[in-house]
């Protein structure tokens, strides 16, 4: 039989499904109290509210809501910001709005000529905008409107994604298609997606975007390709979302024919002047360069002796008279520095400290390493106070079993923001470095490696949506926690159900942890296969560059297992402050989920559950399949209160996720066995094949590594 797939369209309307209040308590008060819109101003920003607005309530209510001409009437919805709202409004909301910032929003039930009506207001209309979507979101997860008083505010200030997108349409560690960038067609071709893109953007309150990969190409900064991005920046205007761009480094060479990029070259100091005049009379609210310099051979300041401050420096003079913003990415490390790969960003970005320009933001990975299923926190976001930091989260699943394995990552952003980096004593959190608080910054960030592409469902896995949505959430309030995003998701998403909310967001916020126990158990990290980084890779150890095989970073032996960063190994762990370092360092108190990070130990090393390690890191793994098991059984429940196509997307997927945590454990489980000598302890499954079968599986075609 034929049927009409109409659930393809629900998996594209991301978290903004509006879908009917199934609740009639709910709808019986939703409708008493919106009887219409009534919007001041005429921006394009106010346009998208309230046609939003009419969009959401129409679905939710399941009734055409109207706009008003009459704001005298009754239970209106009014939306406004400062410069149209009238005096009296003004006089009754001047308590919220000295507490928001520009982008910030009010939403208050208020009486006006003895009638009441709620208005939705902020300083700015993108202020107003955010709050729509707030609005909007209180009816999607059944939350009363009865006497409303929100006001709310980011606490970042740049709330941005990064596109690893190239020219050519694919997109670097990307699992979701191809590029949503359709350079070919721009500028004239203006699709659909675009805007969605932007709603879906504003509605969680990221407000830039880096639309080309770090790895770069110069060529966006031509003409021919600016024009294009030109028109990306007016689709996404009216959203509240900057456009920003990646800068090679060698720009200079390849597109303005110098002989140099020398950042002390005075012809290129003025290259990059001109570029930037260009590039802000197409695009006034440009936001600036992100700059990946001496980086995984991509070229930057070094290539001429001079280093990262002169680097950043040159293109914050470019861009600085026209409000921009340079993010220097301080992912380095060297093929020439033998030295532990996790101490050499803060031992090269460390000593720069309080010497780059005030529009200069440092772009920091959440760990030392890259993106693992578990890092501790980089040390540098302890060790920088002089200088604007910025958090790099990756929302793509790059180690994290790519768009096939349901990972709820808000879990992980989570734990790093909260970790207490002690820089100023007790409570010295990461968040609280990012958000500028603790060293006082005026320009704060955070940005997330996008997990975006062409698939209908734009993430690939329909539950990585949640991860896009978590860091959205986490950017505007990096103090959130990640259960209540969990919450709000599952219900924008699919269903207000208890019945389906509650186990559903139990298997969400279990994920992550099984992640790590079926891949990298108490501190293991970087044993994935190589270049594409799909699947166990544990053995592989003929790569040119040392730290880019797995052998360097778990260095199993027959004496044991782990890296030794204590002090008696590379001390990385000196380079936090010396509460952190001396818990690290001593395997006493060294947090076992981070326990192989920090120290190598040996087989028979007594676990604080008494088991030695071989076996914890055996039952570890156990553990993680058997989790992934809990989470079909889940979902299996599910089937009544998800679209059948949905359903069966996610059942598919988790039986993959299965079947590839079982892939995991056997692997890795044979080949540290042969250091090891140990039997499997009881409770852990026998592989059924062999380890040189393991060992023999190619993927040349992996996804993402292009
Ligand atoms: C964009 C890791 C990834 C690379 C990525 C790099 C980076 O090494 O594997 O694909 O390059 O990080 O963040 O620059």
Redesign the pocket.
Known sequence: MVSINLSAQADYKLWLQYAKVQNTKWTTEYQSKIKGIFALGNSETIQAATKELQLGLSGLLDTKITVQQNIEDENILILGSKSSLNEETLKNLKNELNQINDEGYIIKTISIKNRKKMIIAGKTDIGVLYGVYNFLRLLQTNKSIENLKIVDAPKINIRILNH?DNLNGTV??GYAGSSLWNWQKLPDFIDQRYIDYARANASIGINGTVLN???ANALILTPQYLEKVEALAKVFRPYGIKVYLTARFSAPIEIGKLKTADPYDANVKNWWKEKAKEIYKRIPDFGGFLV?AN??G?PGPQNYNRNHVDGANMLADAVAPFGGIVMW?A?VYSEHDVNDRAKQAYSEFVPYDGQFRNNVIVQV?NGAI??QPREPFHPIFGAMPKTPLMM?F?ITQ?YLGFSTHLVYLPKLYQEVLESDTFSKGKGSTVAKVIDGSLNNHKITGIAG?ANIGSDINWTGHPFAQANWYGFGRLAWDPYLDSETIAEDWLRMTFSNDENFVNPVKEMMLQSREAVVNYMTPLGLHHIMDTGH?YGPGPWVSNLSRPEWNPIYYHKADKNGIGFDRSKTGSNATAQYAPEIAKLFDDVKTCPEKDLLWFHHLPWDYKLKNGQPLWNGIALKYQEGVDEVASMQTTWNRMGNYVDETRFKEVQMLLNIQHKEAKWWRDACLLYFQQFSGKELPKGVEKPTQTLEYFESLKFPFAP??N
Do not use: A, I, L, M
Request: aromatic share 14%; hydrophobic share 25%.
């Open positions: 690893w670097e560690r990969n770090v790895n990946k980086s995984e991509q990415r992912f990975k890259d993106f790099e990756q790059e490696v980084h993402g590594n």
